[in-house]
């Protein structure tokens, strides 16, 4: 296949022009785009919030910024990279994109639903872009009561509505990929030859679906104590001020699932793929997916051992955790498993799936400290706590978004990015992480408290390392931008399956026409055949016509 | 110091070094995983490289006893985990009974402190080495958090309840106090220092610079000016309820249920009296929200628990 003819052939990004066809389309794939151009420029406005934390903390004062202006970074930091990215990244972007494809299907089940999920995530980012442009809001971006509902001073409604809002794009998306997975598999694609992919959307909709209207709910219930002094939080008006913490980690723990299970689902696609193997304990692995789902609804008190719960919550609430670990755990040994006997190439995606598996086994690991209550205590609420979850979310959910999107870049463009400079970023993000987080877990374990704007000095040594990391790190994050817009012009032609890869979205032609599929197809493998030819997997790739 | 910073924080507290041998527990055990999935990754990734662009590896589907292994090691060791931790967590949150009471109110954004015998610090905790000490504490406006690194232990402390916190320190020195609950502008500023001294320092330092009047006499005058005497006077009136003696018993309610009579409970009775009524008793106490401070709460709470029990009184005699 040459230039011209990927030009010439009609497919969803040139068979029609306009700002109207982009914004009024219902193609799923477009869609993705939508959401990739919005969550990117999200990406970048948290990334700015977090570069001049990084700053300030490179001295022990408060030289570069004031309180004030430290506290409203470390919120909208938080706001905008957990509600505004890492919650839409993957399902929004790539399950969007891949979710029909792997099934087999035309498009979603509800087209018109999707787009208006995009536009709904929109009107909510423009809320909490202005709450950001009238002066910002400094409650972290756990709002915790009553600061948050009586005594801030900033533009909490505003946020909250922004949040409130983007909450029901959420729930969109999570029943459109719910609908969709139960009703237009292609024929013969049963339950268990979907993708792993499909398995992690399937898991994370779930909780998109029964998680987001509880963090709705709570928010407008702030709002109202804001508003009308409604008493519900605060003690003073005869509220409970941790009724909110409960509330709000009901959701807002499965929230963290909701940003690792799809990217644990993209890892388990590229292991694959790089290994050219089935995945090692298939169905183990699906099932880890819904456990971790279901069992996360259930250990939202681990964040709240020193909260003035009791004492026997707390155990149950601990023992409830270290359980959600395991299935973590069989993951990561699956993942490993499927490497063995293998035929592992290091393509930039692959670099960026073990990049994943190590840093989220550093994630992982670390998070069993925070489960055991005796240790909780101490490092609650410091340093430790924020080099967890940043490996978990950054390390993990981020490395496994630009895996992704590294290895279907192809698939949505038709061109290929540069993978020399494509592995250097995958390095350089792997360092400068490392040197970014690492050096946390040792400042909360020696004490330094998180949302602090000034600290002790002996904690700067630290403190000046993760914010020389960081910079590395930014410069891995603005090489792929860099590069993939490059290659949407230069990039060479991709091809069908420039990977390899087995799955229904390599069966068909990159960019895919607007319908997918040039007819519909019935699935004859299970996922992950590449002990087979790409044309026997389904009816796709035999000649039924020339 | 030899990197020039501490890896470690202080071990300060009987509690530190029980947390710390927990720390290493896990420090080993984690250290052990990540390096077996890190050193498999890489011989596997180096082993099975791809040598030619025809390879095709026979396809492995799982193993089942391969799966119940690597589920059952990791549940054992995390359960072994979670055992350990929820013994010490029960430690931290029960302190001994003879533990000495000091009293805690966080505003935005300093610390206040009293002791029993009527000494304030501000931003400053002064207790003796190796006795244990009792913070019972409360926050006037937002939620704060005594976080104290060397002692390894943090409570939240709640706007309009009390929480507790108990140390025993170990080591004579100056030790670092952080708010650990986000609160605010300042909060950052929220900082201070706990200073353990030998008991006769501690007593000195008692002695010295003291207001004289105790938390028990300040509650007492309270008592008396918000009128209380009137209705739980001595031996109680057919309006309310005597005192003495109630503090850790159990009340009988008028609903028919129970409550032992703790902070919060003489806290809420005095704020809300309407909330729990004393079986045998009208409704007729008004609040005293708006009345009273949060130190003077704690002051009538000190001097309710000094009020012995008339039976315990008479048994003496």
Not at chain 1, 377 to 394: E, Q, R, S
Not at chain 2, 2 to 21: H, K, N, W, Y
Request: with cysteine; net charge neutral.
């Amino acid at each position: 296949m040459n230039v011209s003819e990927v030009e010439r052939r009609e497919h969803y990004l040139n068979v029609n022009y306009g700002i109207r066809s982009w914004l009024l389309t219902t193609d799923h794939k477009r869609i993705a785009w939508l959401y990739l151009l919005s969550v990117t420029l999200f990406f970048f406005i948290g990334g700015f919030f977090a570069t001049l934390i990084r700053l300030e903390l490179l001295t022990p004062q408060g030289d570069l910024v004031q309180a004030e202006t430290y506290n409203k970074l470390f919120t909208m930091h938080g706001v905008t990279m957990i509600f505004f990215f890492l919650i839409p990244s993957i399902p929004a972007v790539l399950g969007n994109f891949l979710v029909p494809m792997m099934i087999g299907a035309r498009d979603l089940a509800f087209p018109r639903l999707n787009l208006a999920s995009w536009y709904i995530f929109i009107l909510g980012g423009v809320f909490t872009v202005m709450a950001a442009a009238a002066g910002g809001v400094d409650t972290g971006w756990t709002f915790y009561t009553p600061y948050s509902s009586i005594y801030s001073n900033t533009h909490v409604v505003l946020t909250v509505i922004g949040i409130f809002v983007t909450g029901f794009s959420s729930i969109l998306t999570g029943l459109n990929f719910i609908v969709t997975i139960h009703k237009m598999r292609a024929p013969g694609m049963t339950w268990f030859r979907l993708p792993l992919f499909i398995w992690a959307h399937y898991a994370t909709s779930i909780i998109f679906v029964l998680g987001t209207p509880v963090i709705a709910i709570t928010l407008v219930l702030v709002a109202l104590e804001r508003i009308f002094r409604l008493g519900i939080f605060d003690p003073a008006l005869g509220g409970d001020p941790v009724l909110f913490q409960h509330l709000f980690w009901f959701y807002s723990h499965p929230a963290v699932y909701i940003m690792v299970l799809p990217a644990m689902g993209v890892v388990s696609e590229l292991i694959a793929c790089f290994s050219r193997k089935r995945v090692f304990g298939y169905s183990v692995v699906a099932f880890a997916s819904l456990g971790i789902a279901v069992i996360g609804f259930l250990v939202w008190g681990h964040h709240m051992f020193v909260s003035g719960q009791s004492v026997h919550a707390g155990m149950i609430f601990s023992l409830l955790s270290f359980l959600v670990a395991i299935p973590s755990a069989i993951k990561v040994f699956n993942w490993t498993a499927t490497l063995y006997k293998g035929s592992i190439s290091y393509d930039a995606p692959m670099l960026y799936a073990l990049g994943f598996i190590g840093l989220f086994t550093i994630g992982g690991l670390t998070g069993l400290f925070l489960a055991t209550l005796g240790i909780d205590v101490h490092v609650h609420d410091t340093y430790f706590v924020i080099a967890h979850f940043h490996y978990i979310m950054v390390g993990g959910s981020v490395m496994g978004y630009l895996g992704g999107i590294h290895f279907w870049w192809p698939k949505m463009t038709g061109r290929r990015y540069p993978e020399g400079w494509a592995r250097l970023a995958a390095l350089i993000i792997f360092i400068g992480f490392n040197l970014t987080f690492f050096p946390q877990f040792v400042l909360g374990y020696i004490g330094m408290p998180r949302r602090y704007h000034v600290y002790p000095p002996e904690f700067q040594v630290l403190n000046v390392m993760s914010t020389a990391g960081a910079s590395i790190l930014a410069v891995g994050y603005l090489l792929p931008l860099t590069y993939l817009i490059w290659s949407l012009r230069y990039g060479t032609v991709a091809g069908r399956n420039p990977w390899g890869a087995r799955g229904l979205e390599w069966e068909t032609p990159s960019p895919p026409p607007t319908e997918n599929f040039e007819r519909t197809p019935t699935v004859t493998e299970g996922a992950y055949a590449y002990e087979k030819a790409p044309e026997e997997i389904s009816t796709l790739g035999r000649p039924a016509h020339v | 110091m030899i990197l020039g910073f501490p890896l470690f924080p202080e071990q300060a507290s009987t509690m530190a070094a029980r947390v710390d041998a927990l720390f290493y527990f896990l420090v080993a055990v984690t250290v052990f995983f990540a390096a077996l999935i890190f050193f498999m990754i890489v011989v596997f990734a180096v082993k099975y490289r791809r040598r030619s662009e025809d390879e095709r590896p026979r396809p492995i589907e799982g193993n089942f006893w391969l799966e119940i292994l690597w589920s059952a090691i990791p549940l054992g060791l995390t359960m072994v985990m979670f055992v350990w931790g929820a013994i010490i967590y029960f430690d931290i949150y029960n302190p001994p009974n003879d533990a000495l009471e000091i009293s805690i109110v966080g505003r935005q954004w300093m610390w206040k402190a009293q002791h029993a015998e009527g000494q304030r610090e501000i931003n400053e905790l002064h207790v003796p080495v190796g006795q244990a000490v009792k913070l019972t504490m409360t926050s006037e406006d937002v939620i704060h958090d005594v976080f104290l690194p060397a002692f390894r232990i943090k409570q939240d402390v709640l706007p309009g309840r009390y929480t507790t916190l108990w140390f025993q320190a170990t080591k004579a020195g100056e030790y670092p106090l952080f708010c650990a609950q986000y609160c605010g502008t300042q909060h950052s500023g929220m900082v201070g220092r706990v200073v353990v001294l030998e008991p006769a320092e501690f007593e000195k330092w008692l002695s010295g610079g003291a207001t004289g009047v105790s938390m028990i006499d300040q509650g007492a005058s309270l008592f008396k000016r918000f009128g209380c005497e009137t209705c739980h006077g001595a031996g109680g009136t057919s309006q309310g309820p005597s005192l003495a003696g109630l503090f850790g018993k159990t009340v009988k309610l008028q609903e028919g249920t129970t409550v032992t009579a703790d902070e919060n409970y003489i806290r809420e009775s005095i704020l809300d009296p309407r909330a729990k009524i004393v079986a045998g008793y009208q409704p007729i106490m008004p609040t005293f929200k708006g009345l009273v401070s949060e130190e003077g709460l704690l002051q009538l709470i000190a001097y309710i628990k000094s009020l012995e029990g008339a039976e315990r009184k008479a048994a003496q005699k």
